[in-house]
């Protein structure tokens, strides 16, 4: 049984029931931010790491939430500094923009199933070409599907801004298969 | 070619993790946060109020029983006499610790009478004061046999009694030769 974002947060607070309010918000949460991580950092051993260093750390600030705001937003917020913290760790060992960018398409290669579409592999590497706001904003609003108000929250800019992003994101996007899937087929 | 990425279905290529994963992920997360600092469930202690009449019960207590525990068996002469058969048994080693008084008498006059008669009349300034302090300390003996100062004086002059006792008359002679006569006892004579 699924239980409500306010009863996690009790659960949380309260020193007797925190593994069991831990092990709830985890439960509920895991999948959709795992995801969400993982179509950032792509490998699934460093998604890993981020996924429990976000849930280590909404443990540790559990006391900053505050209850006027969804719980997942605010999970999703701390996922994403998490994975871009990452991902800056990554890309420093890189020369250039081009270099890491070329890194994370070869990785989605890499890390592609046996059964996946080729568009879809294509799609992943397109959005790796995206600047890191749009990339951020794509990826919610295409896969997870939250409403711009939401992420507008998670990523600390207007509902507007969200919007641009996302439509040039989607530009850049279809562009971008246009150009190369239909050079391979 | 016009490709519209809102028509396409919504996967990511990548496999699913496997089904150990998120509970080995639950595990690690547990172990560094809630394993790591264990909750401790304070115990709430009981607080008594301290009111003035049962303080100063307890200290009236208090100083009652110190009191009493200080003040028990503090008579000095019975204390005193504790003292001494535990110091009078170092010197008495072949006879039991605690003698009848009357005992001790009797035995104190045959022993100094049998003295003066050795002695005689070599060693009679020695004697003949001991005999007359054995009979005055005798005398006060029968008055007070619970007197412990009397007991001690009495069973001092015995020990000397007894030493002489042990001694030949060739051997008292040799002393009593070797020996200057005391100013103090001829004073007193």
Same mark, same amino acid.
């Given at each position: 049984m699924k239980l409500k974002d306010e009863e996690i947060v009790n659960l949380l607070t309260a020193p007797q029931t925190v593994e069991k309010g831990l092990r709830a918000m985890m439960d509920a949460y895991q999948s959709r931010l795992y995801w969400h991580i993982r179509r950032?950092? %792509?490998?699934?051993?460093?998604?890993?790491? %981020?996924?429990?260093?976000?849930?280590?750390?909404?443990?540790?600030?559990?006391?900053?939430?505050?209850?006027?705001?969804?719980?997942?937003?605010?999970?999703?917020?701390?996922?994403?500094?998490?994975?871009?913290?990452?991902?800056?760790?990554m890309n420093r060992m890189k020369k250039t923009d081009e270099d890491a960018e070329y890194h994370m398409q070869n990785l989605v290669a890499d890390n592609a199933g046996q059964d996946a579409e080729e568009i879809q592999?294509?799609?992943?590497?397109?959005?790796?070409?995206?600047p890191e706001k749009q990339k951020?904003?794509?990826?919610?609003?295409?896969?997870?599907?939250?409403p711009y108000e939401e992420i507008s929250k998670i990523l600390d800019m207007s509902v507007g801004t969200c919007k641009t992003n996302y439509h040039y994101a989607k530009d850049k996007v279809e562009s971008y298969i246009k150009d190369n899937y239909s050079q391979e087929f | 070619m016009k490709i519209d990425i809102e028509k396409l279905n919504r996967k990511t290529p990548y496999p699913e993790p496997s089904e /150990?994963?998120?509970?080995?992920?639950?595990?690690?997360?547990?172990?560094?946060?809630?394993?790591k600092?264990?909750?401790?469930? !304070? !115990?709430?202690? !009981?607080?008594?109020?301290?009111?003035?009449?049962?303080?100063?019960?307890?200290?009236?207590?208090?100083?009652?029983?110190?009191?009493?525990?200080?003040?028990?068996?503090? /008579?000095?002469?019975?204390?005193?006499?504790?003292?001494?058969?535990?110091?009078?048994?170092?010197?008495?080693?072949?006879?039991?610790?605690?003698e009848n008084a009357t005992n001790l008498m009797a035995e104190n006059n045959t022993v100094a009478e049998t003295q003066t008669e050795v002695l005689k009349p070599k060693v009679s300034t020695l004697a003949v004061a001991s005999h007359s302090k054995n009979k005055v300390s005798a005398d006060r003996n029968m008055a007070e046999t619970q007197s412990y100062a009397s007991e001690t004086k009495k069973k001092s002059a015995m020990d000397v009694e007894k030493v002489l006792a042990a001694f030949t008359p060739d051997q008292l002679k040799d002393i009593d030769r070797n020996s200057e006569q005391d100013v103090y006892l001829d004073l007193y004579n």
């Open positions: 950032l950092i %792509v490998d699934h051993d460093g998604a890993q790491d %981020v996924l429990q260093d976000t849930f280590i750390k909404a443990y540790q600030n559990i006391h900053q939430f505050k209850s006027d705001s969804k719980l997942y937003t605010w999970l999703y917020r701390i996922a994403t500094n998490e994975a871009l913290q990452a991902l800056n760790k592999v294509f799609l992943q590497k397109a959005i790796q070409t995206l951020l904003v794509f990826n919610m609003r295409y896969y997870d599907d939250l | /150990d994963f998120f509970k080995q992920m639950q595990a690690n997360v547990i172990s560094q946060t809630v394993g600092n264990p909750v401790v469930v !304070k !115990k709430e202690t !009981k607080v008594f109020a301290l009111d003035f009449k049962w303080m100063a019960a307890a200290a009236v207590i208090l100083i009652g029983g110190i009191t009493a525990f200080l003040g028990f068996n503090n /008579d000095p002469e019975v204390s005193m006499a504790k003292q001494s058969v535990i110091v009078d048994s170092v010197y008495k080693v072949d006879q039991p610790i605690q």
